[in-house]
């Protein structure tokens, strides 16, 4: 520690300016990375919780620095949404998800949706159907098989968002709510969005089997999607006993660790071999 160091002020201020450097220098250095294509994407399968078969896989991005090694979205998406530098980024997401689900396709693998995730600016962009119908158009993948994740956050300007997502659902896509449960809640924009699935967050998840709160909350979201002709995802399951529990109460879908990790594309790519060779 410096021998000023007791006054405040001085060191909030050069933490500030250290703060303000790395988000410079991060900046910086993920342009580099999207030119020296050092970003991946990840697939995890979502199951279906009655058969067992894989039903669509999640693209989640990996950054891979050269000296750093892998890094995980949390670390620097956020950067890239307060850079703009996510407009790009999303739009190589996009790209690469589908992309890669027509090339599987084309070589006679399952054929199911890939799930991207949207950030907040991009679904505010004003051109983003017509990107993603590009992108469509240019990877040749059918529609229907991209599927879009969106906050509830961004549904809070109902009237813009039903017009986006109308578009895009009448161009075939499907749309999903990621972390449900735990954003902004209103059930306003249930009945009134092209939404096809909930994903329950896995804070949710978790303590299904020991926390009794968990579990009705988790049945009532359920049971109420199902009403609304919803198909309902849950996130981060763990264990068989979260399974048992899940199927019991005519959960869709799961995603987690008991299913499958997050795989690189060349694991995905096996898995879904060994699926069609069996
Ligand atoms: P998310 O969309 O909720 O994605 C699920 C996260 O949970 C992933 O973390 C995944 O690796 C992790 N996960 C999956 N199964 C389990 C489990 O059983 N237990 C636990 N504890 N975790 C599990 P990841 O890949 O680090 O992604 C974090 C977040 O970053 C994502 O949360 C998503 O909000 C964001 N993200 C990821 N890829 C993209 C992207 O391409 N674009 C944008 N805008 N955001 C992305
Ligand atoms: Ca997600
Ligand atoms: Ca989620
Ligand atoms: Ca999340």
Same mark, same amino acid.
Request: charged share 25%.
């Given at each position: 520690?410096?021998?000023?160091?007791?006054?405040?002020?001085?060191?909030?201020?050069?933490?500030?300016?250290?703060?303000?450097?790395?988000?410079?220098?991060?900046?910086?250095?993920?342009?580099?990375?999207?030119?020296?294509?050092?970003?991946?994407?990840?697939?995890?399968?979502?199951?279906?919780?009655?058969?067992?078969?894989?039903?669509?896989?999640?693209?989640?991005?990996?950054?891979?620095?050269?000296?750093?090694?892998?890094?995980?979205?949390?670390?620097?998406?956020?950067?890239?949404?307060?850079?703009?530098?996510?407009?790009?980024?999303?739009?190589?997401?996009?790209?690469?998800?589908?992309?890669?689900?027509?090339?599987?396709?084309?070589?006679?693998?399952?054929?199911?949706?890939?799930?991207?995730?949207?950030?907040?600016?991009?679904?505010?962009?004003?051109?983003?159907?017509?990107?993603?119908?590009?992108?469509?158009?240019?990877?040749?993948?059918?529609?229907?098989?991209?599927?879009?994740?969106?906050?509830?956050?961004?549904?809070?300007?109902?009237?813009?968002?039903?017009?986006?997502?109308?578009?895009?659902?009448?161009?075939?896509?499907?749309?999903?709510?990621?972390?449900?449960?735990? %954003?902004?809640?209103?059930?306003?924009?249930?009945k009134t969005l092209p939404i096809g699935?909930?994903?329950?967050?896995?804070?949710?998840?978790?303590?299904?089997?020991?926390?009794?709160?968990?579990?009705?909350?988790?049945?009532?979201?359920?049971?109420?999607?199902?009403?609304?002709?919803?198909?309902?995802?849950?996130? %981060?399951?763990?264990?068989?006993?979260?399974?048992?529990?899940?199927?019991?109460?005519?959960?869709?879908?799961?995603?987690?660790?008991?299913?499958?990790?997050?795989?690189?594309?060349?694991?995905?790519?096996?898995?879904?071999?060994?699926?069609?060779?069996?």
């Amino acid at each position: 520690m410096k021998e000023n160091g007791k006054n405040g002020y001085l060191q909030h201020s050069e933490d500030m300016d250290h703060v303000a450097m790395e988000k410079l220098t991060i900046q910086h250095e993920m342009r580099r990375a999207l030119e020296n294509k050092e970003f991946v994407l990840y697939y995890q399968p979502q199951y279906d919780l009655a058969s067992g078969q894989i039903v669509g896989m999640e693209a989640l991005i990996r950054w891979m620095h050269p000296e750093r090694g892998m890094i995980f979205p949390g670390d620097f998406i956020p950067a890239a949404e307060e850079s703009g530098l996510i407009a790009p980024l999303g739009e190589w997401v996009i790209e690469e998800a589908c992309r890669q689900n027509k090339a599987w396709q084309d070589e006679g693998l399952l054929r199911i949706p890939v799930s991207v995730n949207l950030s907040f600016r991009q679904f505010t962009e004003k051109n983003l159907t017509s990107k993603i119908s590009g992108i469509l158009e240019k990877t040749g993948l059918h529609p229907r098989y991209l599927e879009l994740e969106i906050t509830e956050s961004m549904t809070m300007d109902v009237e813009r968002a039903s017009q986006d997502l109308r578009e895009l659902t009448e161009m075939g896509l499907h749309i999903s709510i990621d972390d449900f449960g735990t %954003g902004y809640s209103s059930f306003h924009y249930l009945k009134t969005l092209p939404i096809g699935r909930l994903k329950i967050d896995r804070s949710f998840v978790r303590d299904i089997k020991q926390d009794p709160s968990d579990a009705a909350i988790v049945a009532a979201i359920i049971s109420m999607a199902h009403k609304l002709q919803m198909q309902v995802v849950a996130e %981060g399951v763990e264990t068989k006993d979260q399974v048992h529990f899940l199927r019991s109460h005519r959960c869709d879908e799961m995603q987690g660790y008991f299913g499958s990790p997050p795989l690189s594309s060349n694991s995905a790519h096996a898995l879904l071999m060994e699926k069609v060779n069996r």
